[in-house]
């Protein structure tokens, strides 16, 4: 799946909507400040794409509101703003101290040949690295099923392909706009 | 939700193998470099979540490093400069 141009265009359309709302403000801020305010109107418009079906977008959304709710209910506006915002995310499902105490009662009751030695370290290696997703994937900590979190994480690298190409395009313009 | 905990551990679903060559294949697509490898998806497995991660953090590195360059742009601008014209037109 590649970003596709309805993607781009939409998320372009959004982006200069929540610029938009900043836009009394920009002028009299700071460098700093604009750059959060560019970056977080990117993030509402790339999360708004998906309409709240995905995981990832629904947390990136919370995680924005908590930074900026104005922005956040300003561009969300139409879209089941409220709900979006306010919708509890589920609790964490996976209780790491048990797993860990009852993976260690396992592991002294079984004593392995060398191929399970082997496929277990594959295995645990595999494990280490989907948490590192999780890590990276908005919401991946409320992710405790492996399927979803592959699902949401190709989902999540085509929305940020989307909007890097857009802002991209964006940037490259206005800067050789400016050249002198 | 508390009495669902003993069960969550052992039946939380793990990437099968299947699920893991389905996620090579849909990542070749968007990551080139990936192609190149042997096609052992056990071992490769670690390699393809290692390099999704990495891919995943250089894409929000890169829209901090535009957000700040556009940040940057529209500071520079004079208000009534051509150039904030075009930013304008552009963005707003």
New interface residues.
């Given amino acids: ?2 970003p596709t141009s309805s993607m781009k265009e939409e998320f372009l359309q959004k982006w ?1 909507m929540g ?2 709302i900043y ?1 009394p403000l ?2 009299n801020t700071s ?2 400040e ?3 305010a ?2 977080l109107s ?2 509402v418009a790339m999360a708004s794409l998906r309409r709240g079906t995905t995981c990832w977008s629904r947390a990136l959304i919370q995680k924005t509101a908590t930074e900026d709710n104005f922005l956040v209910r300003q561009m969300l506006s139409g879209i089941k703003a409220e709900t979006l915002i306010n919708k509890k995310l589920p ?1 964490v ?3 790491r101290k ?2 860990r105490r ?1 993976k260690k009662i396992l592991r002294r009751r079984k004593s392995r040949s060398a191929i399970e030695e082997v496929a277990a370290k ?2 645990k ?6 948490q ?2 999780r ?3 908005p919401g991946g900590e409320f992710m ?4 979803l979190l ?1 699902q949401e ?2 989902d ?3 929305s ?2 989307t ?2 190409n857009v ?2 395009s ?2 490259d ?3 050789a ?2 050249e002198r | 939700m508390s009495n669902r905990r003993s069960r969550q551990s052992s039946s939380a679903p793990r990437i099968s193998d299947d699920q893991i060559i389905d996620l090579v294949t849909k990542l070749r697509q968007i990551l080139p470099e990936i192609g190149q490898r042997r096609r052992s998806d056990k071992v490769s497995a670690s390699k393809v979540l290692q390099e999704t991660c990495n891919y995943i953090r250089n894409l929000n590195k890169e829209v901090d490093n535009l957000s700040e360059r556009l940040a940057q742009l529209l500071e520079s601008v004079g208000e009534d400069s051509p150039e904030a014209a075009v930013i304008r037109s552009l963005l707003m």
């Avoid at chain 1, 405790?144 to 399927?147: A, H, L, P, Y």
């Fill in positions: 799946m590649q200069q610029l938009q836009r920009i002028d460098v700093s604009r750059m959060k560019i970056k990117a993030d609790k499902m996976c209780h048990i797993v009852s594959a295995r290696l595999v494990n280490k690295k989907t590192g997703l890590n990276v994937v405790s099923n492996d399927v592959i994480t190709l999540y690298i085509v940020l392909q909007q890097v802002m991209r964006i940037v313009a206005a800067e706009g400016s």
